[in-house]
Each structure stands twice: as structure tokens, then as C-alpha cells.
């Protein structure tokens, strides 16, 4: 199920995605407030799921995508390689090639590296 989730602590920027969100009738999901640390500022995700509704907000959200470009391109190929085939039709290795795609370009962007990631020299 493709799903798109905006975590923010900037409760200006979660108020104004929501907004933008019911404007365009995309349906979404959102969590209550979440603290994950001492000291931390409570965060909130905005949850989008549905290949229609992610479709409908990728193309509202690409042409301004500053972070993510790459994952949003793919998972938009995605959709358009879905709606291609009938709606019965099983996920395969074609799909998971998108997913690993996506979850590769997701680490590779990621700053969170643990002591095992490091090389025996860099610690």
C-alpha cells in the first residue's frame, strides 16, 4: 500500500499540510502529539495512503519537493506501473525492485549511522 508520512515538530507547518490536504479532499490519517525524548519538541505525522490519494499529493507536492525528489519519482512510477494492470493483480518482483529502490535511497539519506556502520579505524 503505498502511504506518504510528513513528520514535523512545527505544528504551523502540520496545521498548513492539513490544510492543503482537506482543500484538495485527499484523506489522511493523523497521530496526536509525540514526545521521544527529554527535552525533545512533541512531533506529529501526517499519514497519506492509497495509491489515488499518494497520486493525487505527489503531483500537487513534486514540483516544490526540495528533499526526496528520487523516492517521490519512484513511488509515483509505481503508482502509474500499478494503475497500468488490473486491479487483481499480485505484487511481484517488479514491485519489490520500486520498494528496495525507495528503501535504498532512504538510507543513503539517512544521517543515523550506528557504531556497526562505522569502519574499525573511524571510531
Known amino acids: 500500500l503505498p502511504q506518504i508520512g510528513i513528520?514535523?515538530?512545527?505544528?504551523?507547518?502540520?496545521?498548513e499540510t492539513v490544510k492543503i490536504l482537506k482543500d484538495n479532499k485527499?484523506?489522511?490519517?493523523?497521530?496526536p502529539p509525540k514526545i521521544?525524548?527529554?527535552?525533545?519538541?512533541?512531533?506529529?505525522?501526517?499519514?497519506i495512503q492509497g495509491q489515488r490519494r499518494v497520486k493525487i499529493f505527489l503531483t500537487l507536492i513534486y514540483p516544490i519537493l526540495k528533499t526526496k525528489k528520487e523516492q517521490a519519482k519512484i513511488l509515483n512510477d509505481y503508482i502509474d506501473y500499478r494503475f497500468a494492470l488490473s486491479r487483481?493483480?499480485?505484487?511481484?518482483?517488479?514491485?519489490?525492485k520500486f520498494w528496495k529502490e525507495i528503501a535504498r535511497l532512504n538510507n543513503k539519506n539517512s544521517i543515523k549511522r550506528t557504531l556497526r556502520d562505522q569502519t574499525p579505524n573511524s571510531v
Do not use: A, D, H, Q
Not at 527535552?39 to 505525522?45: A, F
Not at 487483481?88 to 519489490?96: D, M, P, T
Open 26 to 31: 485527499i484523506e489522511f490519517y493523523i497521530t
Open 88 to 96: 487483481k493483480s499480485l505484487v511481484g518482483i517488479k514491485e519489490e
Open 36 to 47: 521521544t525524548g527529554i527535552g525533545k519538541k512533541p512531533k506529529v505525522e501526517v499519514r
Open 7 to 15: 513528520t514535523n515538530t512545527n505544528m504551523r507547518f502540520i496545521e
